[in-house]
């Protein structure tokens, strides 16, 4: 590796769930110290059987944040509690590394 590359420890959020979830969600991103998102429309297949992205109001869609590792865990407590009851929803974090630091 490039020892001019320095890179920081972060956390990657991973969250798929159905667009109707999309703001009470992304309110709860902020509201846990992420400094911003990214989120695009998803298809796939699991627990809760095919989901195909033809019908634009029930599709899925998948936000992934990068944040600090205790962001993370406070933003995965706060989905499970809030949201897990109620909406169909899958969530997972990982390690990730990122230059500028500052921006997350």
Same mark, same amino acid.
């Given at each position: 590796?490039?020892?001019?590359? %320095? #890179?920081?420890?972060?956390?990657?959020? #991973?969250?798929?769930? @159905?667009?109707? *979830?999309?703001? $009470?969600?992304?309110?709860? =991103? &902020? /509201?846990?110290? *992420?400094?911003?998102?990214?989120?695009? /429309? =998803? /298809?796939? &297949?699991?627990?809760?059987?095919?989901?195909?992205?033809?019908? $634009? @109001?029930? #599709?899925?869609?998948?936000?992934?944040?990068? %944040?600090? $590792?205790?962001? !993370? /865990? !406070?933003?995965?407590?706060?989905?499970?509690? +809030?949201?897990?009851? +109620?909406?169909?929803?899958? !969530?997972?974090? &990982?390690? %990730? +590394?990122?230059? +500028? *630091?500052?921006?997350?």
């Amino acid at each position: 590796m490039n020892p001019n590359v %320095v #890179t920081h420890p972060m956390k990657r959020v #991973t969250i798929v769930c @159905e667009k109707f *979830a999309r703001e $009470p969600v992304l309110a709860l =991103v &902020s /509201e846990m110290g *992420a400094h911003g998102w990214t989120l695009w /429309e =998803v /298809e796939g &297949s699991g627990n809760q059987g095919v989901r195909s992205a033809d019908i $634009p @109001e029930f #599709t899925n869609i998948q936000i992934e944040v990068i %944040v600090q $590792p205790r962001v !993370a /865990e !406070a933003l995965l407590g706060g989905l499970q509690q +809030r949201f897990f009851p +109620r909406y169909a929803m899958i !969530a997972w974090e &990982s390690d %990730v +590394r990122v230059l +500028r *630091a500052g921006k997350f």
